[in-house]
């Protein structure tokens, strides 16, 4: 059980309390002597003598001056506690005016002391907070970064299309610096100038119109240097070439990295913006480095996909021979031709309606029917002709010595086997045909795209003739 307090205890009685007792404990001597005065000189003889008067006098003094002393002290340690108590709040802007060197005023220049020194924590406190702020907003940038290269090695690793990986790092790399715009511009090795590639940002479509001739200073002291290229508030361009690149991109301030391949400038990715006193920092050069590294192995990834798509002769689908190697031959058989005088045919096949075919019997299906139509085609040919899936649902034929007619044989022969193949089933949605156009060298043409050119416009006839059928012209 709890015990009750004592209520004749001091231990639990505040300073007022206290010094309220004090004050009447001191105020009992005096008070005492008081009536002894008053009941032996006074009542009992009836007269007042000056001298009692005076202890009287006295010790009302006494007492007053008493409670006086302890009023004040009571007054300066209350005025501590307030504060103390604002301070405790939250408060540490009050401040304790200390006016006496005694124990109350140095607890006051104590309690002020910690105040000082809190405010000064505090400070250092609010500093370190926007320091981290900024740290972690800068994290945050770098940990966003860092996710866009990981895209972008993803993609390339997987093998996406180049021009798709190119949009992508241009629009991934617009994040660094907190920039407006960002571009890639690609070096054209024939016409020995820059024009851009890719751009993106607020003024993409007018920087999509860029080009650096070689006949500009800016493109043998900016873009072709293989140096790093800095415009901002404190790094300008040699020679006065500011106003002309100022003049040409439209803005202030940019960071263009160039790209090499084997030791040559392939192309300069850059990051640009119109802020004012702005610069680049050291981390802004190398998150870009990266990016452009990334770009670099994209565009050795690229050419040597073209590589190794014209060493490869044959479609792995049907076993025919693939576009690459139909326009080479192609050109041989030309040549061959005008030497000796002797004609060569170009046919361009096509089947008719195969998107419906496809979407309706799946891809199974359709490259099935792709393999039986190339087992058809090289049972209608000789030795000497040479068949080709040159798209995914085109097939070409050269056929040397043979002049249009004869061609025309050829592809209607190949059209009837078709049709006889794929139209015995009564549903008419599984019924392939086949539409033609036949060219022939030097008739309608001495090149390569002449014949191929000719061939497609017969076969876009035949299509709008009704189909199944060849074309000559």
Not at 53 to 59: A, K
Not at 119 to 141: C, F, H, P, W
Not at 160 to 188: C, Q, T
Not at 458 to 465: D, E, P, S, T
């Amino acid at each position: 059980m709890d015990k009750k307090p004592n209520c004749f205890s001091l231990n639990s009685r505040t300073v007022k309390q206290k010094l309220m007792v004090a004050f009447q404990l001191m105020f009992i001597l005096p008070f005492l002597v008081c009536i002894y005065l008053l009941s032996t000189y006074i009542f009992s003889k009836s007269g007042i003598k000056l001298d009692i008067v005076i202890y009287l006098v006295v010790s009302a003094f006494l007492a007053i001056v008493g409670l006086l002393v302890i009023k004040e002290v009571f007054d300066r340690l209350t005025s501590v506690t307030t504060v103390a108590k604002s301070i405790a709040a939250g408060d540490i802007s009050r401040e304790l005016q200390v006016e006496h060197s005694d124990e109350v005023g140095e607890l006051g220049n104590i309690l002020n002391q910690l105040t000082h020194r809190i405010r000064s924590n505090m400070d250092e406190l609010e500093g370190y907070s926007a320091k981290t702020t900024v740290i972690n907003i800068e994290i945050q940038k770098k940990i966003i970064v860092l996710s866009n290269l990981m895209q972008l090695s993803t993609l390339i690793s997987q093998g996406s299309k180049f021009d798709e990986v190119l949009k992508i790092a241009v629009e991934k790399s617009r994040s660094l610096a907190d920039s407006e715009n960002a571009f890639l511009l690609f070096k054209d090795e024939l016409k020995n100038s820059f024009s851009m590639k890719v751009a993106d940002g607020i003024k993409a479509d007018y920087l999509m119109a860029v080009e650096i001739g070689p006949q500009e200073d800016l493109y043998h002291k900016a873009f072709n240097s293989n140096k790093l290229l800095i415009l901002d508030k404190q790094n300008s361009l040699p020679d006065n070439l500011t106003v002309d690149f100022l003049a040409k991109f439209q803005v202030k301030n940019c960071l263009a990295m160039p790209i090499f391949l084997r030791g040559m400038v392939k192309a300069v990715l850059g990051i640009a913006n119109n802020r004012d006193k702005f610069s680049y920092n050291k981390g802004d050069i190398e998150l870009l480095d990266i990016f452009s590294k990334q770009i670099a192995v994209a565009i050795e990834n690229d050419i040597l996909a073209h590589r190794i798509e014209k060493l490869e002769i044959k479609d792995t689908l049907t076993g025919l021979y693939n576009r690459f190697f139909i326009k080479s031959r192609l050109q041989e058989e030309i040549k061959r031709a005008i030497v000796y005088q002797r004609p060569c045919a170009f046919v361009i096949f096509d089947i008719d309606n195969f998107k419906n075919y496809f979407e309706k019997f799946g891809l199974i299906h359709g490259e099935a029917a792709l393999k039986k139509i190339a087992v058809l085609i090289r049972g209608c040919i000789t030795e000497v002709d040479r068949a080709g899936r040159t798209d995914y649902d085109e097939f070409s034929l050269i056929l040397p010595e043979k002049n249009k007619r004869q061609a025309q044989e050829v592809a209607e022969e190949i059209c009837k086997k078709i049709q006889a193949s794929f139209c015995v089933d009564e549903d008419s949605s599984k019924c392939l045909t086949f539409s033609a156009g036949v060219s022939e060298n030097p008739l309608d043409g001495v090149e390569v795209e002449q014949l191929i050119t000719k061939a497609k416009e017969l076969l876009k006839k035949a299509k709008a003739g009704g189909k199944n059928k060849v074309v000559v012209s």
